[in-house]
């Protein structure tokens, strides 16, 4: 049996400080790194398994976006399994990190509306399917951590999208851990708040280089891995963060998203049609 851990937009942030961290840990055979920026998988990479003095890490440069991309990665689970069950007896996924994912900034009617589906289909379609297609590799003891976002709380003005498909994250996983219970399969969802990765250049289309007043990864990466394998539900590491979403559950959700429709403006660029990259985990 080849025990295996999974993480999804490990090109760059949050999925690369995630790589790093459990790579320490040397509880897999391999750790599976998925992505679209290969070059940056590959860097990832061979750095860490130069360290090691083996291969413990795998690039697999992919696009899981969508119903096609979910299709594509079952197709690449399924044929490792086989080939490995003809000298064992297959594979299990201790871990799966689901992170891959990208946000807009900006009022929705100045948003490009392929590019919101486009933000649907990697951040709830491919996560939902992934999940699904990964279970019954699953056992007891095995670990899901999806990331959702402090957004998810509730709705927010000029980031109508993203912020939906973070509350859809969290429910999902909410409920997913509840199902999962009997079977010994944790499910946690991370809800950070602004942290330092590539999601404002992403989201802003160039308007904005770095998130605002963005927390470093390593601390919120670490405290996610602790609350995940003890069980716990929902990492939020700062003190500010479980405050905002404490207190909103006393606002109304309209009146968050028409007061940071009104006060929250976010810096965009709705006229240049930027490619939707692997943003690997760039969440606010």
Known sequence: MKNVAIITGASSGLGEEFTKQISLKNDYDEIWIIARRKENLDALRDKINQSKN???VRSVPMDISGQKGVESFKNFLQKEDQALRKIESGIEIKLLINNAG?????PFAETSPVREMDLIDLNCTALTGITGVCLPFMKKDSVIINTASLAAYLP????????????YVL????????????????VCALCPGSVSTEFANVASNGARKEVKGGF????VVTQCLKRAFKGRCV????????????LSRFISGYA????????NKRPHNPDKDMQTQDVGDLFL
Request: charged share 20%.
């Open 54 to 56: 083996f291969k413990l």
């Open 102 to 106: 990208f946000g807009t900034y900006g």
């Open 156 to 167: 927010l003005g000029n980031f109508a999208v993203y912020a939906a498909s973070k509350a």
């Open 171 to 186: 429910n999902f996983s909410l409920a997913l851990a509840a199902e999962l219970k009997e079977r010994g399969i944790k």
């Open 216 to 219: 470093p990864p390593q601390k």
């Open 235 to 246: 990492s939020l590491y700062r003190t500010k963060w479980k405050l905002s979403a404490f």
């Open 256 to 263: 968050g998203a028409r007061f940071t429709y009104k006060f």
